[in-house]
């Protein structure tokens, strides 16, 4: 059956939204104008910086200006996808009131370093969007467990929860979340003044068999138990955050090598990991695209390991390795070619020996970090690709 005009053009339109082309045919006829109106407010970013910037403050400024309409749009209805990040703290109680009746159809909410709201809000988000599959309330210390626990009974199609860094949340919380929202695929519930326990790991891992990514930074109350629930339970993880969870051991890291489809792990700050540790995880799980090992303070060893195991490595961190040398970061960035950030920093020993070794094999690299860096001279930078981020790079002056 032949289409109507109007499907035909919202079916190619869709393909020139995938692109970020279809601004132009708003301004071609009236119904162009419709059929790509509806396409183009279906998302809707604001995403902004700690230091904001004219343009994100006039963003925001015509986007409150539209929440304050008498009349709405008929577009408004469209809305699926609504993001507004960092450090914007207008985002109050009544903001979120007035999105809840501008935008009735909203399946995609990420709010992430927003923290002018509180529970009041994230209750009345729970009951105007049953239909809510992902919320991000990163960093958001407003919230407690009152809202967690009407959330999670009122968004049970809830796919991506992250709650890291929030308020008082506890394990009433995450015990409401594994028994209401069984289609969960990532949970973040680190930091902040969580209470978090083994026990609620092991009620997340009894109704929520589809989890591929977990978020535990700073979980500290965390022990090897979690490790082996988590393993058990999810043999197919494809991400996982356990960084300052400092009552987990090497023993119960180990058994992450069983996850060996795992490809983000991040592991910074625990002090006791060792080589020995790095390379069983590193030889088991050789899909690891980005690896956090900040604080390790890992040696040649795992760093050769590395190499010789994640050919696909795109993130590597390894500040403060103050014993890593010029021997395995020239062996890393020969076999890892596909690095786009590698961090050095406080890799003290590290000299223009390695610095060539990664102008002349990582193609691909955006950001390399050398703060205290200090063997490392002026002139070796200058093979590096220009327009490279480098950050914390200076040199020493001499002595006079």
Request: aromatic residues 10%; positive net charge; contains cysteine.
């Amino acid at each position: 059956m032949a289409l109507a005009l109007p499907e035909l053009l919202t079916k190619i339109f869709n393909f020139l939204a995938e692109d970020k082309a279809l601004y132009p045919a708003l301004f071609v006829s009236r119904l162009w104008s419709m059929c790509s109106g509806s396409i183009l407010w279906r998302n809707i970013e604001l995403i902004g910086s700690r230091n904001f910037g004219e343009k994100y403050e006039i963003q925001l400024k015509k986007f409150m200006g539209f929440l304050d309409r008498n009349t709405k749009p008929v577009y408004a209805s469209s809305v699926r996808y609504l993001k507004i990040r960092h450090y914007y703290h207008e985002l109050s109680n009544k903001v979120i009131k007035k999105i809840i009746e501008s935008f009735p159809n909203i399946i995609h909410l990420d709010f992430k370093r927003c923290s002018g709201f509180n529970d009041r809000a994230l209750i009345k988000i729970s009951r105007a969007y049953p239909n809510l599959i992902y919320l991000n309330v990163f960093n958001n210390g407003n919230l407690t467990d009152n809202s967690i626990i009407e959330l999670a009974r009122g968004c049970p199609k809830l796919q991506n929860l992250e709650i890291s860094w929030g308020g008082d949340i506890t394990d009433r919380s995450i015990y409401e979340i594994a028994r209401s929202c069984h289609g969960l695929r990532h949970l973040g519930i680190s930091g902040g003044k969580n209470c978090i326990t083994d026990k609620s790991i092991r009620e997340i891992t009894r109704f929520n068999p589809n989890i591929q990514s977990l978020n535990f930074n700073y979980c500290k109350k965390l022990t090897d138990s979690t490790i082996y629930t988590l393993v058990g339970s999810y043999p197919d993880l494809r991400k996982l955050n356990l960084s300052d969870c400092e009552e987990i051991s090497n023993i119960g890291i180990r058994q992450i090598a069983r996850c060996h489809n795992l490809e983000h792990l991040a592991l910074n700050s625990l002090e006791f990991l060792n080589d020995e540790t790095i390379c069983i995880i590193v030889q088991s799980c050789p899909n690891i695209r980005y690896l956090n090992l900040e604080f390790c303070c890992v040696t040649d060893t795992a760093v050769e390991a590395i190499a010789q195991s994640c050919r696909n490595m795109e993130y590597l961190n390894l500040y403060g390795s103050e014993s890593i040398t010029d021997k395995s970061i020239s062996k890393l960035v020969k076999m890892c070619s596909k690095i786009r950030d590698l961090e050095l920093g406080f890799c003290e020993l590290i000299t223009d020996i390695a610095i060539k070794d990664i102008a002349h094999n990582l193609s691909d690299l955006k950001y390399l970090g050398l703060k205290y860096c200090i063997k490392i001279s002026k002139e070796a930078l200058d093979i590096l690709n220009p327009d490279l981020d480098i950050s914390g790079y200076y040199t020493i002056p001499s002595a006079l």
